[in-house]
């Protein structure tokens, strides 16, 4: 069930809390943007990634492309086959390393990538290009900087304690 359009933050909440609900807020309305810009050309977001990977760079390993679109290799094996089936790439043993797959563009797939770089424009036309360019860079600024500080590494192997003080786990909401 969709969020409302105007469903800010709690105004008591702390402000880490508000600006990651901004977030995901922003994320969900770019998801439904792109996925109706890109439906017209009945291309899903990942696949849409997927060709402008290829694109920049042709004979892609499957591997490459998991690790550059953060996709697992079923993912990306179940997307290939979907886009192979169309005509937008073809697999084949690498050269150099048979237990390798690479991927091209084909000429279909190649076309489409135009209509694809078309479609994403107007993507971030509709949703970028309408901020002043002081907000932009700030945004791009702060952006990065969120990304430099949120290392995974640390978040996922550091303990989690909310309340250094307490003895132990706080139970979750309703738990006895």
Not at 2 to 28: G, M, S, Y
Not at 144 to 158: I, K, P, R
């Amino acid at each position: 069930m969709e969020r409302p359009a105007a469903c800010p933050a709690t105004a008591d909440a702390p402000l880490t809390t508000q600006v990651h609900e901004a977030f995901l807020r922003l994320v969900h309305r770019q998801r439904l943007l792109l996925q109706r810009v890109l439906s017209r050309h009945e291309l899903h977001p990942g696949q849409a990634m997927c060709l402008r990977v290829l694109a920049q760079r042709d004979g892609v390993s499957q591997r490459d492309i998991a690790e550059t679109l953060m996709l697992s290799a079923p993912t990306v094996t179940r997307m290939l086959q979907r886009m192979e089936r169309s005509g937008l790439v073809e697999r084949a043993s690498d050269p150099d390393d048979a237990r390798q797959t690479v991927v091209r563009l084909t000429p279909v797939g190649t076309g489409l990538q135009a209509l694809v770089d078309s479609a994403l424009t107007e993507f971030l036309d509709r949703s970028l290009a309408r901020l002043p360019e002081q907000d932009l860079r700030d945004l791009a600024r702060l952006m990065t900087a969120w990304c430099g500080t949120a290392d995974l590494e640390d978040a996922v192997s550091a303990p989690f304690d909310p309340d250094p003080d307490s003895s132990g786990p706080v139970p979750a909401e309703g738990a006895p």
